[in-house]
């Protein structure tokens, strides 16, 4: 369970191939690695996590005890939670339904142990609105802080203003 004092980011975007999970871990590393604070990423795209390759983490082996499951230690200050974590290689392929991938994300929020940290960094994947309203609904609203990111396009910048004004509407800051 996360703390009260932990400030909760989350990088959206409407789109695939934007950015965000390059802005995450950068957001992430800058956090936890210049300011010195206590840092986790969670990769939230469990189809196709990224944040251990962009970290040059791939491979590793996450920690499950009989109480919780213990993100990768990228340092001192910096934790990552990827599904990428779990797999014989990161070219294994994962085939779930909206249904199943918001399971395991809640399963995650649940069981997963990311200790005394300032900042979780949410990368989110290319989401259908089905997954991204699970994935809002996981967190309080006024502790979550959303980044978007686009390019410089109508067409996903049409996207994001769309998904400003439902969250607006739905009451997010």
Do not use: C, H
Not at 74 to 88: A, G
Not at 127 to 154: G, M, Y
Request: net charge positive; proline share 6%.
């Amino acid at each position: 369970m996360l703390s009260k004092k932990t400030i909760v980011i989350m990088i959206l975007s409407l789109k695939g191939g934007v950015g965000k999970s390059s802005v995450s871990a950068s957001l992430a590393y800058f956090i936890s690695e210049i300011l010195g604070l206590q840092t986790a990423i969670w990769d939230l795209d469990i189809t196709s996590p990224s944040i251990p390759k962009i970290l040059g983490i791939s491979g590793r082996n996450i920690e499950v005890t009989k109480d919780a499951i213990l993100p990768v230690k990228y340092s001192n200050t910096l934790k990552v939670l990827s599904i990428d974590f779990f797999l014989p290689s990161s070219d294994q392929p994962i085939i779930f339904k909206g249904v199943r991938k918001a399971s395991v994300i809640q399963q995650f929020l649940k069981t997963v142990d990311f200790g005394d940290i300032d900042y979780l960094i949410l990368d989110t994947p290319p989401p259908t609105s089905e997954e991204l309203i699970t994935i809002l609904d996981l967190f309080e609203r006024e502790r979550l802080n959303i980044v978007f990111i686009t390019q410089p396009s109508s067409i996903p910048n049409n996207s994001v203003i769309k998904s400003i004004r439902y969250l607006k509407e739905k009451g997010y800051p």
